[in-house]
């Protein structure tokens, strides 16, 4: 749906399976040829960090000078942004439309057949009728085209930009060649960049090259002899190992580099501008309808030939037989239900985008509405990922889990006196062991929310940030795997150390030793070990997250060949910090909403279990028997997945769980046939987010991994939003039922009426022109505005719809039967009636037939607006696009009857106000008998609560 050149074509989304084209593989080969044309990351990739910053004139620690440098470049190379233009012009498509659609050149046919003949009244008419059909239906094609396009710019790419040695998060579309850019986990690369700085950095770039390992990336140049096999001279893009390209993710560690392409010029651009030109998949309630579409042409096709046969048999004239039958086909084939689904669809999401949830694949609006279990993570989501250092807590200088420093109650408080040398080491853990940055432009700090918070606190104690001091080596950055981080420095005075924090039972398990009040290092008994973890258990079950600081003094004076893991070990314990992240304000009522609504709510965490079962209390989801609603990481890695399957009923908090966990439970879940959504902002959520039904990421605080892996985007962060978009979900899926209900019940009556009067031999009541006017009606303005009927809040009393459901139940098909022959009835009444007055068939006859049509059309239409609430509780003037279509539809019908001009063309006579009222009368009939049916459904449920809408 999109041609946001930063969302990527996934290829490896399971529920692509439901029937959507993947042809990834195909795209992927024919744009094999595109990028391996010579953008400019193959002439930086060959040479050293150096060279690339003197031919850029720019710096790799302060970015380019100043902005006016910027903006000079800026009008050279453009604004970093890929745009596709659509070069047919207007007129052209206008055209096109009359030539492809088949009937319309059946049509075009018989206007000239009548022109030879000599009939010139009937070719102008025709005519007419063509020229309107083909501009309603191009109007309306137009109008979803341009919603779709609108649909594309709602979510903006953004970067971390260092110009000027100032730092600052702007949009991507500002990049130009010579910028600074730092990236981390989860980020989105902005621009094709050449890796100054890397840190245990690889990327996914399988969006670029097809291959979902993600590749490692450092900064050396990469040497031109180890690629002379290649007989063009071309790096291939996966072996140019110091680049990152624009469009690909970082999946683990940080870095630097500097920007060589943009927009066009990368290899991202290459490939978009192709993939442009690629129709996306319909969804499958697209499909659904496509296929309806041509089960009823098919349907109408074999009844329309009946008619014609039958009728050439009776001997009326071929001429009228021929027009007759090809604008039954033009009305009673719903050429136009694919578009008004695409139009109600595109239409729904600009709404929902209105109300904050950008939704990224169109299919995801239908499963909404189905949704029965919402897995979501916590910090970020539920909460609001802006941390606070609450408590700090060392051993020796506090002892036990009542003696702890709290750094809110005791306001007013110096806590310069409190520091311990336990205490001073733990901030300096925290702080040197930290990815933070100050960015003057924004007068705060910038990075891991977690980071962020252990650098502010600093201040209250009158302490600087200490990282200028010494000389950092090497790095194993943070991901939720491994919960911990670790730093290799050496200080001013040359001792070598390793400084590690993270989950206080990781630390606590590689630590040995830890450090007394006095600076001493002591070791560390299993009663010391047991002390340390109740407190921290305290901590975290004032629903503080917790993390241990550590440190290991290293030997050597230079750097560890290669950092690794194993090396963390024998660590000195300092202390324990607990950081506060309240929950969002809005989450507990849309919790109540959610499971009053039946749907079943899982919290899927990164974080320690005593800090999830608190924030899950306080949000208002169940825990009752922590045994049993609880399930941690350790726990989950020894089920199976059938026993996870068989317990996941009774839980409702999973705590620290790596990204695999949430992936598994994910599974575990769709397995069983729920609808699953699942809602997060992490690099740990996303491989969830894609397995889900829908994913949901949050729009402000999420990292772009998260978003990219989404189906639907929370632009305000607020979890309660999943609410108004559920809302909006199954509020789109009734309008398409009710409009379904209208334009089939008109189609079935005009053709049953055509077919009627043609088997008993009856004249025809309505002529060539008139059905093409009926057409106009059922497939167009009226149609589209009950596709905008605004939701009833009610239907989220409505309990999920099933998968399998399908569009057309059964009660919207014995409904829409109904209203067919309530007007087939009604129509041939008034025609007969008519007829048998002067015992032929006068103009004055048809007028009155096709008067009557129309007007039970627009009742019909009004009575379609709700399927189960009377217009009397829906209101009269909550749909203004319906009653204005409705309004012109009935003007149009009185120039079709009081103009001369039009009553040539449709054959049509001046009626009194006496006719017009009687028609009214006969017409409400529909109207009235709908309104007793929801009468009586609403009485015989009274008893059901969960009753809205039966249909
Ligand atoms: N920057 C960091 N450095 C070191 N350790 C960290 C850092 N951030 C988090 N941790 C530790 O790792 C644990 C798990 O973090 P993770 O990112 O997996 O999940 P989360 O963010 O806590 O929760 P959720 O999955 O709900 O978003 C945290 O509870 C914390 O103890
Ligand atoms: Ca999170």
Same mark, same amino acid.
């Given at each position: ?802 998968? #399998?459901? $399908?569009?057309?139940?059964?009660? %919207?098909?014995?409904? !829409? +039967? /109904?209203?067919?022959?309530? &007007?087939? *009835? ?51 003037? #909550?749909? $203004?696009?319906?009653?204005?279509? %409705?309004?012109?539809? !009935? +003007? /149009?019908?009185?120039?079709? &009857?009081? *103009? ?52």
């Amino acid at each position: 749906m999109s041609a946001n050149p930063f969302d990527g074509y996934s290829n490896d989304k399971e529920k692509q399976d439901e029937g959507t084209l993947n042809n990834d593989e195909s795209i992927l080969l024919s744009t094999k040829e595109l990028l391996s044309k010579a953008t400019p990351s193959l002439e930086f990739c060959k040479v050293s960090v150096e060279e690339t910053v003197d031919r850029l004139n720019t710096s790799s620690n302060t970015g380019l000078a100043s902005a006016e440098e910027a903006s000079h470049r800026r009008k050279e190379y453009g604004p970093n942004e890929i745009s596709v233009e659509d070069d047919e012009s207007l007129w052209k498509k206008f055209l096109s439309n009359f030539i492809e659609d088949r009937l319309i050149l059946l049509l075009i046919g018989s206007a000239l057949v009548s022109a030879i003949m000599g009939n010139l009244d009937d070719a102008v008419s025709i005519t007419l009728a063509i020229i309107i059909v083909v501009s309603v239906g191009f109007v309306q094609e137009y109008r979803s085209e341009k919603s779709l396009e609108a649909l594309n710019k709602l979510v903006p790419a953004e970067c971390h930009l260092i110009r000027g040695s100032q730092e600052a998060h702007v949009l991507a579309s500002v990049l130009v060649p010579g910028d600074l850019v730092c990236f981390r986990i989860g980020d989105r690369i902005p621009a094709d960049l050449r890796i100054t700085e890397a840190f245990d950095l690889s990327i996914d770039e399988s969006n670029l090259t097809g291959e979902n390992e993600p590749v490692h990336k450092v900064t050396s140049a990469i040497n031109k002899e180890t690629f002379s096999y290649n007989t063009t001279g071309i790096i291939p893009l996966s072996d140019r190992t110091n680049i990152a390209y624009m469009g690909t993710l970082v999946k683990e560690g940080h870095g630097k580099g500097i920007v060589v392409g943009t927009s066009t010029n990368t290899s991202f651009g290459a490939v978009f501008e192709m993939m442009s030109s690629i129709e996306k998949p319909k969804t499958p309630l697209q499909l659904a309808m496509d296929k309806l579409g041509k089960d009823l042409s098919l349907f109408s096709f074999i009844v329309i030939g009946f008619i014609c046969l039958i009728g050439i048999i009776q001997g009326r004239s071929w001429l009228e037989m021929f027009q007759i039958s090809v604008s039954l086909a033009v009305a009673a084939i719903p050429e136009g239900l694919p578009i008004i689904v695409t139009v109600t669809l595109a239409l729904g999401v600009l709404r929902m985008a209105k109300r904050k949830a950008i939704v990224r694949r169109l299919p995801s609006v239908e499963t909404l509405g189905s949704v029965n279990v919402i897995c979501s993570d916590k910090t970020g989501t539920l909460t609001s990922n802006h941390m606070t250092v609450c408590k700090i807590w060392c051993l020796g200088s506090m002892t036990n889990k009542f003696n702890v420093l709290d750094l809110q109650k005791t306001k007013g408080v110096n806590f310069k006196n409190y520091l311990t040398d336990d205490v001073r080491a733990t901030l300096n853990v925290s702080n040197i062991c930290n990815n933070a940055s100050f960015s003057v432009e924004h007068s705060k700090y910038l990075g891991n929310p977690t980071d962020v918070a252990l650098l502010e606190q600093l201040s209250k104690f009158g302490l600087e940030d200490n990282r200028p001091n010494v000389k950092k080596v090497h790095e194993i950055p943070f991901n939720s795997k491994r919960k911990f981080m670790a730093t290799e420095v050496f200080e001013q005075d040359g001792t070598h150390v390793l400084y590690v924090k993270g989950a206080f039972e990781k630390i606590l398990s590689y630590s040995n030793t830890f450090l007394n009040e006095k600076g001493k290092t002591e070791k560390l008994t299993e009663a010391q070990k047991a002390n340390i973890t109740e407190c921290a258990d305290s901590l975290a079950s004032e629903g503080l997250r917790t993390l241990a600081f550590a440190k290991l003094q290293l030997k050597g004076t230079e750097p560890v060949a290669k950092l690794t893991e194993d090396m963390v070990t024998d660590l000195t314990f300092t202390g324990l910090i607990g950081m506060s992240d309240p929950p969002r304000p809005t989450v507990k009522p849309a919790m109540e909403q959610l499971l009053q609504g039946g749907v079943h709510i899982i919290m899927i965490t990164g974080d320690s279990e005593s800090t999830a079962v608190n924030i899950a209390r306080q949000i208002g989801i169940p825990v009752i028997d922590p045994k049993l609603s609880v399930l941690n990481g350790e726990k989950l890695d020894e089920m199976s997945d059938e026993q996870l399957a068989n317990v996941i009923d009774h839980v409702s908090v999973f705590a620290r769980a790596t990204p695999e966990h949430k992936l598994n439970i994910v599974r575990a879940l769709r397995q069983r046939g729920e609808v699953v959504a699942m809602t997060g902002d992490g690099v740990n959520d996303a491989p969830a987010l894609k397995l889900a039904d829908i994913g949901v990421s949050m729009g402000k605080m999420g990292t772009d991994v998260a978003k990219e892996a989404s189906d639907m985007v929370l632009t305000d962060d607020d979890f309660s939003t999943i609410l108004t978009a559920i809302e909006e979900g199954k509020g789109i899926f009734n309008n398409i039922q009710n409009f379904l209900t209208f334009q089939l019940s008109t189609s079935i009556a005009a053709l049953s009426l055509v077919a009627l009067s043609t088997l008993f031999k009856l004249p025809n009541p309505l002529n060539a022109m008139q059905i093409l006017w009926i057409n106009i009606l059922m497939d167009g303005p009226p149609a589209q505005s009950l596709g905008v009927e605004p939701v009833d809040h009610e239907v989220m009393k409505k309990p999920p719809r099933r998968r #399998t459901d $399908k569009i057309l139940t059964k009660q %919207v098909l014995r409904r !829409l +039967l /109904g209203t067919a022959a309530c &007007i087939i *009835i009604g129509t041939i009444y008034v025609f007969v009636k008519e007829m048998a007055e002067d015992g032929k068939v006068t103009p004055r006859d048809t007028t009155m037939t096709f008067t009557c049509f129309v007007f039970f059309d627009m009742f019909n239409a009004l009575a379609c607006r709700h399927s189960t609430k009377s217009i009397f509780e829906v209101g009269f003037l #909550t749909n $203004k696009m319906f009653n204005a279509a %409705v309004g012109l539809s !009935l +003007l /149009g019908q009185m120039c079709a &009857i009081y *103009i001369p001009f039009f009553q040539s063309v449709f054959k049509t006579e001046r009626l009194s106000l006496g006719d017009l009222l009687f028609l009214l009368v006969i017409s409400s009939s529909v109207f009235i008998i709908d309104e007793l049916r929801k009468y009586r459904d609403k009485k015989n449920a009274q008893n059901d609560p969960s009753y809205y809408s039966i249909v």
